[in-house]
């Protein structure tokens, strides 16, 4: 397996890297987060119609750029190191993915192209309120009746979802438990019986919500894939939106790293820069190898998911690749940022310094999709299997 960048991939990074630069600086942030939308209508239109970033793994048959995994977690690792504020992840990681994996032909054609013409926002809700994440997450019910679908329950934890036009929800039968009676329904936002709460929460930078389906009928024409057997499928969609976590952690990790050095070098004590302590030195290695070996796990895992969308032999790792992604950049991006705030000497947790912007995403992007320890226990079950 190769894992070196292509010139493409490169151009692809180097791109991404001067673009963000320009349009999620710490004012454009700062100014995103203060809105209940959580993003700005100009940049997410910028992204779609200059970049077509929206599209980059998307079959070339519906509009897409055709391209892989590991160059959409090219673009992740840079949209993490500066905390693009934008709906790209909760539709192309969780949207996109999901439509790819599991939708009919039909759903594929009309809405994967429509996210690719950037007239279509998407989301996937499958949590409810009991706090897991994988199989008895789902607790939102489906009754059949006759040629249409009655769907209630609540989500939690929904990227973007109060602004998402495409909601893609995972419910189960009545009377079912774990990986049985699972299905996945493609869902209007305006549908009657849906009803959206932003929902305010320590990470302004990523905004979620909770959904409410309250006796929701919908034809067979939206459910995607097999009735009440969706779950390797969903299994499938969430492992992919975790590696892209991981990949946005990496670049998290990576940018505190630069921001502290970057600081250090301007503080002084005792007349020299406190970068020239051997201690802090210690400390912003340990930072570097952590953020180096975060972007092995994770880089590894999209070759991977790769092979999984396209039907490689590598496949049958994504589940154990996904889990040691997100437990070692987890814990790897909450330390990096708990160390940068030491090393800031407490200014870097006050309003005017950006530090404290990639703590608490650090933090919510620990508990989103598992925390480290959920997924250790995870590849623990896989290895006794």
Not at 149 to 167: E, K, M, Q, W
Not at 197 to 217: G, H, S, Y
Not at 231 to 247: D, G, R, S, V, Y
Request: negative net charge.
């Amino acid at each position: 397996m190769e894992f070196s960048f292509t010139q493409e991939q490169k151009m692809i990074r180097d791109t991404a890297e001067a673009f963000l630069a320009e349009v999620s600086s710490s004012e454009a942030v700062r100014t995103a987060m203060a809105t209940e939308q959580g993003y700005e209508d100009k940049i997410w239109q910028r992204i779609c119609a200059e970049m077509y970033w929206q599209a980059i793994h998307i079959p070339e048959e519906y509009g897409g750029m055709g391209l892989g995994y590991v160059e959409l977690v090219v673009m992740l690792e840079e949209m993490g190191r500066y905390l693009l504020c934008s709906p790209f992840f909760s539709t192309v990681c969780l949207g996109a993915n999901a439509l790819i994996i599991a939708g009919t032909p039909e759903q594929k054609q009309q809405y994967l192209s429509e996210i690719c013409e950037g007239s279509l926002t998407a989301t996937l809700a499958y949590t409810g309120k009991n706090g897991q994440w994988g199989a008895d997450a789902v607790q939102a019910t489906v009754i059949p009746q006759g040629d249409n679908y009655l769907l209630n329950g609540s989500f939690r934890y929904v990227p973007d979802g109060h602004t998402a036009s495409l909601i893609i929800v995972a419910v189960r039968d009545e009377g079912s438990s774990g990986e049985d009676g699972i299905s996945l329904f493609t869902l209007d936002a305006h549908t009657p019986g849906v009803s959206r709460t932003w929902l305010p929460t320590m990470d302004e930078t990523r905004k979620q919500a909770e959904i409410t389906l309250d006796n929701v009928i919908v034809s067979k024409a939206h459910l995607m894939g097999a009735q009440s057997k969706a779950w390797p499928q969903l299994n499938k969609i969430i492992h992919l939106a975790t590696i892209a976590t991981a990949a946005e952690q990496t670049g998290g990790a990576q940018q505190i790293l630069d921001l502290t050095v970057e600081y250090t070098k301007e503080r002084v004590q005792f007349g020299r820069p406190v970068a020239g302590f051997q201690a802090v030195k210690h400390q912003a290695a340990d930072m570097m190898l952590r953020a180096e070996v975060a972007k092995s796990a994770v880089y590894y895992a999209a070759c991977v998911a790769e092979e999984a969308i396209n039907g490689g032999p590598l496949a049958g790792e994504l589940a154990e690749a996904a889990s040691v992604a997100k437990s070692y950049c987890s814990d790897g991006y909450f330390k990096n940022a708990s160390d940068a705030i030491q090393l800031h000497g407490g200014v870097g947790f006050t309003w005017e310094y950006d530090v404290h912007l990639y703590f608490k995403r650090a933090k919510s992007s620990e508990l989103f999709l598992g925390n480290a320890a959920y997924h250790r226990e995870q590849v623990a079950k896989l290895l006794l299997d």
